[in-house]
């Protein structure tokens, strides 16, 4: 019990599997990391990064937390971003949420989430922000959706606006940052159209992406 190991067989058998089909992986993994990526992600374990973009190891770098959100306090979310822009000069930042998120969810309900509620406020500051439109909607379902996006597209305008990104600009470094929603039930992506490529056309991609979602809820909540 101590040791688990049925999980040290499975590297093994990872191992064996990986040099059966390549036997340099491991000797081109170790000697570079060059990622055009930032992946900003759900801790979530049904949404590994690398892997629902058939990207392999060394290919993006991968930051992940509760709900997937950018905190201009959080050292740890600040301090990756800064080293992938930085030092490995990625040319895309991803900021990834997914449906079905159990972090959105207890923002969106209040309820459950322990201690994590404290994270979660920031979360709850993006539901209060836009209360109107998702309190309009009558399916639960589509509430939980809907803060899902709203989520993603609040953490792509906060991640804009963090020094490192804003600095990366003015030196003119080629860097965007995109905001995509993950399904849990049928493994797709989905472009939330909310890509930033400069500070001057923040504001804009911004309210175009809500002006997008804002025809659907409309039409949802006509239809109850």
């Known amino acids: 019990m101590k040791r688990l190991p049925q ?20 000797r081109k ?15 979530d374990s049904r949404v590994p990064a690398n892997t629902i973009v058939d990207l392999l190891p060394g290919e993006m770098f991968v930051h992940r937390n ?18 992938a822009v930085d030092v490995l000069k990625v040319r895309h930042v991803i900021v990834c949420g ?3 998120c159990s972090g959105v969810r207890c923002a969106l309900t209040g309820e459950g989430g322990g201690l994590s509620r404290n994270w979660l406020r920031h979360i709850e500051d993006v539901r209060t922000r836009h209360a109107a439109a998702i309190d309009a909607l009558g399916d ?11 989520n993603v597209i609040e953490q792509v305008a906060n991640a804009c606006r963090t ?19 993950y399904g849990l039930e049928d493994g797709l992506l989905r472009d939330l159209d909310v890509t930033v490529v400069a500070p001057g056309t923040l504001a804009e991609a911004y309210g175009n992406a809500l002006a997008r979602l804002a025809p659907r809820s409309a039409r949802e909540a006509a239809a109850r």
């Open 98 to 100: 997914h449906y079905g």
């Open 66 to 83: 509760v709900g997937n959100v950018v905190v201009h306090t959080d050292l740890n979310c600040l301090s990756v971003i800064q080293f």
């Open 29 to 43: 993994l170790a000697a570079q990391q060059a990622p055009e990526y930032l992946w900003i992600g759900c801790s």
């Open 140 to 150: 639960a379902q589509r509430r939980h959706d809907l803060l899902c996006e709203l």
């Open 7 to 26: 999980l040290f067989q499975s590297n093994r058998r990872w191992v064996e599997r990986t040099r059966a089909a390549d036997p340099e992986f491991f």
């Open 163 to 181: 020094s490192v990104v804003e600095e990366a600009w003015r030196r003119d470094q080629p860097l965007a940052v995109h905001g995509w929603v």
